[in-house]
Structure formats: C-alpha cells, structure tokens
C-alpha cells in the first residue's frame, strides 16, 4: 500500500503510487483524456473528497475544473512528472495483460461452483466489463469478459464445474434448475465491496451445452458527466445550453451497441430532477435512476411505448425519456408532448441524423409538428481506440485519397497499430464516440416543411454547417486516437 509522506519543501504531501492499487471505478471519474491533459489521476474518493496524484498541485484553475468534471471536493497530492504517464496507464487498465495474470494468479483448485462464479463477477465489476460469457465449446469451458467493447478471454475454470457454475446462476436468477432444452432468461443482484450491480442473465442450449452471458449494469459505465462521453468540448458546451431548454424533442441514434442509452442516461443526470419531474418509460429500464420514475414497458399486457407515454403524460412531467420511437403512434404523442411544455429525450434506430429526420416524416407526421419540436437529432457510434503503445504512422497514398473523399474522409496519415502485451495483442484501448450532431435550423426546417428528400434535406445541412460523421471522425484519425479502418466499418455500416 501507498505512504503518504510530508516533505518539508512542498506545499502538498507527496505520493509513491508504485505498489498502488487503483480502484477503476475512481480513476474514470476523470475521464482518460482529461486525465492525460491535466496530468492528474483520482486516487480514492472518501465522504465526497477525492484526492488527486498531480504534477501540479498548486494550479487553482486546473483544481477546479477537476472538480466541475468529478462533482468532488479535490484533495491534492504532488507526483513526480515522469511517473504520472505509465501510472495513468495502469489505473486506466491500459494494459489488458493484467486481468489475465491476476485472475489466474486468484483461481484455486479448491474453489467450487460458489467461489468461482463470485470471483468471476468480481473481476468482471473491477474491470467494468459489460458482459461475462461463460461458454461450453466443445469439449471445453471457454470464459470471455467484453471490456470496452472488445471480448477478452481468460483461463477457464475446470471443465468438470461448469454444470455446476450453471446451475449455481439458475439458482441465483430463480430459474428452473431442470430445464436444460429451453433458453432461460433471469435477472439478481450482485454486491460487494459496498457495490450492488443488476445483472441480467441469458442461458442458451448449445449443442454443446449449456452457455450463460451475464450483462453487468454497472453504474460506474452510466458517466457522471456528458464530459465522459467523448464529444468535442465545443459539441458538449451546445448540448449543455440545448438541455437547458423547457421543450422540444432531442434524438439520439444509432444502430445496437452505438451508446445511445449512455448518453440518454448521462444526460437526464445533467438535468435538475429535483426541481423538474422527469418519468421515463423504457424497455427495459437498464439503470435504475433515484431521480427518475422509470415505466417499463409490458406487452403482455398490452402497456406499450403509446400507454406509456399515454400515462406519463397525465402525471405532470417536465422532462420525458422514452426508450425508443418505433412506430407513428408514439412519434405522434411524444412531438406533441415536445409541442407542449416538455422536454422530451429518445433514440431512434437510424444510422444517419437526416435518415433519422427523413424516418419521422415517412411515418407521415405533420411537417409542422417536426419543425415545432425537434431540436437536435445527434446519431452516435462507439468506436475502439488505437493502442497507443504499438501505433504507427501511415501515409495515405493518392489512389486511396480519393477512394477516402468520396466517403466523405479527408485525411493525409493514419495509425495502424500491431498489438502488443500492453493492449492484450488487440491494438485497442478503449472507445470513444464518433458522431454527427444536425441541429435543426431554419436551412433544415425548410426543406421539411418544402417536403423535400432525404438527399435535399443533406445538401442544405451541409451549407448550413452540419459535419457529417465521416468529415468529423478527420481529427480522430490524423492524431491516432482512432484507426481509418475502424472509422470504414462504421461508415459501411451507414
Ligand atoms: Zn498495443
């Protein structure tokens, strides 16, 4: 553990983080970026005071702004400026190697089905993986952690206990311990280390047996602050003032896996709940929210998106987060609530912003009712980051210029990365967000209102400002934060 000793020549006290051992869920209340940029990494949080290892302790600016983003009070402590970087690493869990090494390190031959599933998920929270597989294939256990987006294995427990761990997850889920023919779907709690996460768990048949995936609701992966989410600080400073408005409609889209419920979650959490009533109806509510009176949509009997909405809106809102618009009906309803006094928050299943715009007015609502409400239809990808450990500079020839223009990418040099023991061989270290923010202008609200087409719609977009995804993701590429060929897939995908 760390000594905290005083040096007489220095103002704060100074830190050996060499044996220290980071708690991720402290780290990241900084994000990584910021973290780099200020030099400065949160150490633990104690009754709402966070001490933070810096190299300038005595910036005042810095100090403040530290604690607009992590919501804490700030107790500083001085570094040494040639460790801060490879500490950073560290507590980011910049080096994927060590999950590996440290759970095998823990694994007994004494454990059973108990002591392993626990030691499992235990890892699974201090690492903020999102999903646990446990996989039967073939004649082996095959054990797989998505972290950041990216499926890491880890050394199986004997084969010999998996019916067992299955059964153990059954038990812990209340599902029928017999039925092996038929999938299963349940959820529980976990909770340790003053933690409790909701997991939601799936057991499949395989043909080569049973296989369970635990989804990990960790709060810790809902960002305290829109900062978290990766936007530019000019896009974040817009989106605050726009959040701040009484009504209208804000969309965020993207395909599955795009982010879209973190960035619905973060931002209700911007707002002020205590003197707005804010009600959600969703499906499912992933993130329980004190604040906020979720709805969960049932269809079996019959409380749909529409009943929902139906319903919340005789309860007094001011701010209203709806799952997603699917079909007219909801739409209808929710740019009416837009129209009215509130400020209404959902996601479409798009994958451009003027699709997104062009889907509305397909569903045959009234040009006026979208011109009226909607405000901003932000569409959003998570993307992985380049190692930057084993990344190299490339040069983009002439041929492949062009081929890159024409998807409406402009870049002189990438980054292409070859793995290393840093980033567990992937040549990724965690995601940020690529995206397209159409704010609806008068330009856009013409066009609608013209009954234009998605094609003309995009045209007065652009001579109006809006940056399209592939134009935005430019910066990202030529500074290696992001490979082209992950910004290609995405852009495929569109
Ligand atoms: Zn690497």
Redesign the pocket.
């Known amino acids: 553990m760390t000594v905290i000793k005083s040096v007489p020549d220095k103002k704060h006290p100074v830190i050996g983080l060499k044996n220290f051992v980071f708690d991720p869920s402290v780290s990241r209340l900084l994000p990584l970026p910021q973290a780099h940029r200020f030099k400065a990494l949160p150490l633990f949080l104690i009754e709402g005071r966070l001490s933070v290892a810096m190299t300038d302790p005595d910036n005042i600016e810095l100090l403040d702004e530290i604690a607009r983003i992590t919501g804490c009070e700030i107790a500083p402590v001085s570094v040494d400026a040639g460790d801060i970087n490879s500490f950073i690493a560290r507590a980011y869990g910049c080096n994927k190697g060590d999950i590996i090494t440290d759970y095998r390190n823990e694994i007994r031959d004494e454990f059973n089905s108990i002591s392993v599933l626990n030691l499992l998920l235990e890892k699974a929270v201090f690492h903020l993986a999102s999903d646990l597989h446990l996989e039967k294939s073939g004649k082996e256990v095959r054990i797989r952690m998505r972290i950041d987006g990216a499926l890491i294995e880890i050394k199986p427990y004997d084969t010999a206990l998996h019916e067992e761990v299955i059964s153990r997850i059954k038990v812990i889920c209340g599902m029928d311990i017999a039925e092996q023919r038929l999938p299963q779907e349940g959820k529980s709690i976990w909770s340790g280390g003053g933690k409790e996460i909701d997991l939601r768990i799936v057991i499949l048949p395989s043909v080569a047996g049973e296989t369970a995936v635990i989804r990990l609701l960790n709060p810790v992966n809902i960002r305290k602050n829109i900062e978290h989410l990766g936007f530019s600080d000019s896009f974040t400073a817009g989106y605050r003032k726009l959040i701040e408005k009484r009504q209208g409609m804000i969309l965020i889209c993207g395909p599955t896996g795009s982010g879209k419920t973190t960035t619905l979650y973060t931002t209700i959490q911007e707002l002020d709940l205590s003197a707005n009533k804010a009600i959600s109806v969703e499906d499912p509510c992933e993130y329980r929210l004190q604040e906020l009176t979720q709805l969960e949509v049932n269809r079996d009997i019959g409380f749909d998106y529409a009943a929902g909405l139906k319903a919340v809106l005789r309860a007094d809102p001011d701010i209203i987060m709806l799952g997603e618009i699917r079909d007219r009906e909801t739409a209808h309803i929710a740019l009416e609530a837009a129209m009215t006094g509130h400020l209404v928050f959902s996601t479409l299943h798009t994958t451009s912003s003027v699709s997104a715009v062009y889907r509305l007015i397909e569903m045959n609502l009234p040009a006026f009712m979208i011109v009226d409400s909607l405000l901003l239809v932000l569409t959003q990808r998570l993307v992985r980051k380049n190692?930057e450990?084993?990344?190299t500079e490339r040069e983009i020839g002439d041929q492949e210029k062009i081929t890159l223009r024409n998807m409406g990418v402009t870049v002189s040099v990438h980054y292409e990365?070859?793995?290393?023991?840093?980033?567990g061989?992937?040549?990724f270290?965690g995601r940020t967000v690529l995206y397209e923010a159409l704010n609806i202008n008068d330009a856009v609200r013409k066009m609608i209102v013209l009954g234009k087409g998605e094609d003309e719609i995009r045209t007065e977009a652009l001579k109006s400002g809006f940056i399209p995804m592939g134009a935005n993701s430019t910066a990202l590429i030529e500074s290696g934060t992001i490979s082209l060929a992950e910004v290609l897939q995405h852009l495929r995908e569109s």
């Not at 990365?417 to 980033?423: A, E, L, M, Q, V």
């Open positions: 190692c450990y084993c990344r990365t070859r793995g290393c023991s840093r980033c061989g992937t040549g270290n």
